[in-house]
C-alpha cells in the first residue's frame, strides 16, 4: 500500500504587533531590529488589527493595516502582516503581492519568506518556494518550522534523503515539532526497505505531541 505523497503541512499564519501565529514562534524583541517594527504611534490601529484578525473580521483587518501604510507605506511587518490577512480571506494573488512588498523592503524578515513560500508551493511554483524557503532559513537558521516546509517541497520534487535531512533538522531545532515527527516517519515509510521502527518512534511521538491518528500510516506499521 502506498503512502500518501504529500507530508502533513499547518497553515501558517505571520505576525501582528501582538501575534496572530499558528504553527509559529513570536517575534523576539530582541531582533526587532533585524525583523522591523510597526510604524510608530499606530498602537490603536494595530489592536484594532489584532482584534479584527481574531474575529475572522478580514474586511476590518484589511482597513487597520492599510491605515497603517499611509502612515508607512514602505512598512515590511504591515506589509507582512496584510498579506496575512489577504491570506485568509482567500485572496491569493494579494497576499503573495504583499508579502513580496515584505521582503522587498526587508529582506531580513524571514517569516515573510516562508509565508511567501507556502503561498508559492500552493499555487504549483515550486522552484520559487524553494527559493523562499531557503532565503528564510539563511535568515532565520533556527526556524524549525522553515526547514519542516522545504522539506515538504524538496518531497514534491522525489528528493526523499534531501527531505529527510530538513525533517531531522527541524526535529533537532525543535524536539517538540510533532508535525515533523509525523512527516519524518512517513518519510522513513517510504524508504525501500521501509524503516519501520524508527518510523514507529517519530509517529508515537508526534501522536504524543498532539498530531492526529492517521489510518494509512497505523495500517503501514502494523504491516
Given at each position: 500500500m502506498r503512502?500518501?505523497?504529500?507530508?502533513?503541512?499547518?497553515?501558517?499564519?505571520?505576525?501582528?504587533?501582538?501575534?496572530?501565529?499558528?504553527?509559529t514562534a513570536p517575534l523576539n524583541p530582541a531582533n526587532m531590529n533585524k525583523t522591523g517594527m510597526?510604524?510608530?504611534?499606530?498602537?490603536?490601529?494595530?489592536?484594532?488589527?489584532?482584534?479584527?484578525?481574531?474575529k475572522k473580521d478580514w474586511a476590518?483587518?484589511?482597513k487597520a493595516y492599510q491605515e497603517m501604510l499611509d502612515l508607512d507605506d514602505g512598512n515590511a511587518l504591515v506589509w507582512a502582516n496584510l498579506g496575512a490577512v489577504e491570506q485568509q480571506a482567500g485572496n491569493v494573488k494579494r497576499a503573495?503581492?504583499?508579502?513580496?512588498?515584505?521582503?522587498?523592503?526587508?529582506?531580513g524578515l524571514g517569516q515573510s519568506w516562508t509565508a511567501l513560500g507556502l503561498l508559492l508551493q500552493a499555487q504549483g511554483d515550486t522552484y520559487k518556494a524553494i527559493s523562499c524557503f531557503t532565503r528564510a532559513i539563511h535568515?532565520?537558521?533556527?526556524d524549525a518550522r522553515a526547514h519542516n516546509y522545504l522539506a515538504i517541497t524538496f518531497k514534491g520534487f522525489g528528493w526523499a534523503d534531501a527531505a529527510e535531512a530538513e525533517l531531522q533538522k527541524a526535529i533537532d531545532l525543535k524536539p517538540d515539532y510533532g508535525i515533523a515527527h509525523f512527516n519524518l516517519a512517513l518519510m522513513l515509510l517510504e524508504r525501500r526497505p521501509p524503516a519501520t521502527e524508527l518510523a514507529r518512534r517519530h509517529y508515537e511521538k508526534a501522536l504524543a505531541l498532539g498530531v492526529a491518528k492517521d489510518?494509512?500510516?497505523?495500517?503501514?506499521?502494523?504491516?
Open positions: 503512502l500518501p505523497n504529500l507530508l502533513k503541512i499547518v497553515l501558517h499564519l505571520l505576525l501582528a504587533a501582538v501575534c496572530h501565529a499558528q504553527d510597526l510604524p510608530p504611534h499606530t498602537k490603536v490601529l494595530g489592536e484594532r488589527a489584532v482584534a479584527a484578525f481574531a476590518a483587518a484589511r503573495i503581492e504583499c508579502f513580496e512588498k515584505s521582503v522587498q523592503f526587508n529582506p535568515e532565520e537558521p533556527d489510518d494509512v500510516v497505523e495500517r503501514r506499521l502494523k504491516e
